[in-house]
């Protein structure tokens, strides 16, 4: 870890829409040079200026210029930072190189990928030089999959309380939802399936729910891509299009924690259909916005998210935990995710290096400030 830098975190690719969102956030919760020290880092020193100004952060507030092409101007910003908070997706296309320079530097690294093809590659080639320099990787900070990866340890919690012991399924049912991706998330979409046409293999990597647990394969897990009747919600479930990501780094972090689940444990994602607000994100990497664009704030703040996890136990007995958070998934809650992890994540200097999770990293303290300080709650409904 970067322990003497200057900042405890700079925003890069805080011009565009969901890094402006991380850095608004920021400047109205902790203002500048108080208990979070803080930066905005992008191309443009005009632009970023700019957008320090629109969001209401103060005049002081640092800025950073740095360029995902710019080798050197990357590894001066990661040289100033404890943690880089990045936005600039798609990853596969700008994150190799600010990647390679945290884990070399000790920086920790932050984004919000759902891109598992990509990840592969970072585990394969960073993990170790990351483990060394005591980096912190941390893929999927955001909606994606922060609210399921906690989700699962909060069930697991509660099951080992009121149980006896963790248990080796849990369901997570997408009950309730108001709001849409990001554009970021299409973009990504595109570039996966434009690397999957130059390299087919990678299309057994996604479809592999252990493509993140190098060296371990568990057992079968439900295909979740047919609608069926699940009698623990009562309700008809479909698929839900995050969950080839979302099952990837669940299983890796039940991987790195040391399998407290267990090596047999089982895992999918579905979605409760409902034909008058479907929540199962059918959609195509084509439809949404486009990076740099999104909703409205109005539509950001009467956004949200409600999950349901049901853990059950090789006898039959059952626990029943839920997620809620307060505002649109793919950016008003994204945005406060991301940056109250990297907090935590900063605020945590005996958690070891390596690309983690930040479930397998943070744990139950993650959840606890992502319930105080970003808007999700955490509850047991039966046990």
Not at 50 to 57: H, N, P, Q, S, Y
């Amino acid at each position: 870890m970067n322990r003497d830098a200057e900042f405890d975190i700079i925003v890069y690719g805080a011009t565009g829409f969901t890094g402006r969102l991380v850095a608004e956030h920021l400047a109205q919760r902790y203002g500048v040079g108080g208990e979070v020290k803080w930066a905005m880092a992008g191309r443009s020193a005009e632009k970023l200026a700019a957008v320090r100004d629109e969001i209401g952060a103060p005049k002081d507030t640092p800025l950073v210029v740095a360029d995902a092409d710019d080798a050197a101007s990357l590894k001066a910003m990661v040289g100033r930072a404890k943690a880089i908070v990045t936005t600039v997706g798609p990853y596969q296309l700008y994150g190799d190189a600010l990647i390679a320079a945290c884990a070399e530097a000790g920086t920790d690294y932050l984004d919000l990928s759902g891109e598992p093809n990509w990840m592969a590659s970072t585990v394969a080639a960073h993990h170790a030089a990351a483990k060394a320099s005591g980096a912190r990787i941390l893929h999927s900070a955001g909606f994606d999959s922060i609210p399921f990866e906690l989700g699962v340890l909060f069930a697991q919690e509660t099951a080992k309380a009121k149980l006896g012991g963790t248990v080796p399924r849990v369901k997570g049912r997408v009950r309730s939802m108001k709001g849409g991706l990001s554009g970021g998330t299409a973009a990504s979409g595109r570039a996966t399936m434009a690397a999957i046409m130059k390299d087919p293999s990678l299309m057994m990597l996604m479809a592999n729910p252990f493509a993140l647990t190098p060296g371990f394969t568990g057992p079968e897990q439900p295909r979740g891509d047919q609608p069926e009747h699940d009698p623990d919600m009562d309700a008809q479930v479909g698929p839900f299009m995050m969950a080839a990501i979302n099952t990837k780094n669940v299983h890796r972090s039940n991987f790195l924690m040391g399998h407290p689940y267990g090596t047999d444990f089982v895992y999918d994602e579905m979605s409760v259909v409902d034909p008058k607000a479907p929540a199962s994100f059918a959609m195509d990497a084509n439809s949404g916005p486009k990076p740099g664009e999104g909703p409205s704030k109005h539509d950001r703040d009467t956004g949200f998210y409600d999950l349901v996890f049901i853990g059950i136990a090789k006898d039959g007995r059952k626990v029943k935990v839920s997620v809620y958070g307060d505002r649109d998934p793919g950016y008003g809650s994204t945005s406060k995710l991301i940056a109250e992890t990297a907090i935590c994540l900063v605020n945590s200097p005996e958690v070891a290096g390596g690309v983690l999770t930040p479930g397998a990293a943070l744990g139950t303290r993650l959840i606890e400030r992502l319930q105080e300080k970003a808007g999700l709650s955490f509850k047991v409904e039966a046990a």
